[in-house]
């Protein structure tokens, strides 16, 4: 666990709720509409050109939104006081930037983001399974299983290539998972229980925020893309649904762990496979169950498996992250 005696939100050196509630919540929204409003600043205020294809688009847009976790980054710490904190770790760990305990930070929410996604995996492994099963006779695994171990090795290494030189790839497993969850849990999270929000309150408040970084879609879908009002409506309705849902994982995560990798796996994980398989044709009934199965499972070990005891040592009896407990 990173402590700094002198930190002032564990209530040794300041009085708890340091921020003022208002503050916070002024601060968050700030953060919100600020981390959507720069994606359009290059056009809009700096009148640059429009970029002339998708990478530089996607890319000028990259720049953006790491421009603007660092903005909310130097904000949170002035409004936070960490200029008090002696060491560079010690500010870090407020942000759950830690290297302690990084292997459960990892592994058990990652498994337990896994578990709702049982019904998918099932899908998968049963199209693979057809696909293998539908092999040819004399065909290249089955005559000449070396080259075909050198064909497959070589197509990995195409397909490894192909996705680092994807623009879209780096945008849906790097820059979005570590600039939203910097911003929308690292950042907002210790304001807000910093001015006084019980934990409960923050999980199913912070996604609020979240979800207004999202409403832009609906922008891009029906102004540019000259979606139908209602299809935009239903499409960007589907989207904040599923982005408040993950948005209390994420801040259950965040909160419990006190590793802001922990929801940054579950969101990689998550963007890759998409929304839950409830069911399949094709696997007969047998996705159904799966997804069944991993949905009580993962309400089984939901507590036990994001204990605060796993991520951190104890100290002075409190074994949450940066000692949150005594904040409020």
């Not at 929204?29 to 700096?46: C, R």
């Not at 970029?51 to 903005?71: E, L, T």
């Not at 950042?187 to 832009?216: D, E, Q, R, W």
């Not at 990689?268 to 094709?282: A, E, K, Q, W, Y």
Request: proline share 5%; net charge positive; hydrophobic share 50%.
């Amino acid at each position: 666990m990173v402590v700094a005696p002198e930190n002032p939100l564990s209530g040794e050196s300041a009085a708890a709720g340091s921020v003022p509630g208002s503050a916070a919540l002024a601060a968050c929204a700030a953060m919100a509409i600020f981390y959507v409003a720069i994606l359009y600043s290059p056009t809009l205020i700096l009148r640059l050109p429009p970029p002339s294809s998708i990478d530089s688009f996607m890319i000028r847009r990259f720049a953006c939104a790491i421009v603007s976790s660092a903005v909310s980054v130097l904000a949170s710490a002035i409004l936070l006081g960490l200029g008090r904190f002696r060491d560079l770790s010690s500010v870090l760990g407020v942000f759950g930037i830690r290297k302690d305990h990084l292997c459960q930070a990892v592994v058990f929410p990652l498994f337990l983001t896994s578990l709702l996604y049982a019904g998918s995996l099932v899908k998968k492994s049963w199209s693979l399974m057809i696909t293998c099963g539908g092999v040819r006779p004399n065909s290249c695994c089955e005559v000449r299983p070396y080259g075909c171990d050198r064909s497959y090795a070589q197509r990995c290494l195409n397909w490894t290539s192909s996705c680092a030189r994807n623009v879209m790839v780096w945008r849906n497993y790097v820059v979005a998972p570590f600039t939203e969850e910097m911003v929308f849990r690292a950042c907002m999270i210790p304001l807000l229980l910093c001015g006084g929000f019980k934990t409960y309150t923050i999980i199913f408040l912070s996604p609020v925020f979240f979800s207004l970084a999202h409403l832009n879609h609906f922008l891009e879908l029906y102004f540019q893309q000259k979606y139908s009002f209602l299809k935009a409506f239903l499409i960007v309705g589907l989207q904040l649904g599923y982005t408040v849902i993950f948005g209390w994982y994420a801040s259950f995560l965040f909160i419990r762990t006190g590793n802001l990798i922990s929801p940054i796996v579950a969101h990689i994980f998550c963007n890759m496979m998409g929304l839950p398989v409830l069911s399949s044709s094709r696997t007969k009934g047998v996705a159904t169950m799966a997804f069944a199965a991993g949905l009580a499972g993962f309400c089984w070990l939901l507590f036990p498996a994001t204990s605060p005891d796993l991520y951190n040592d104890q100290r002075d009896g409190c074994s949450c992250w940066q000692g949150y407990c005594s904040w409020n």
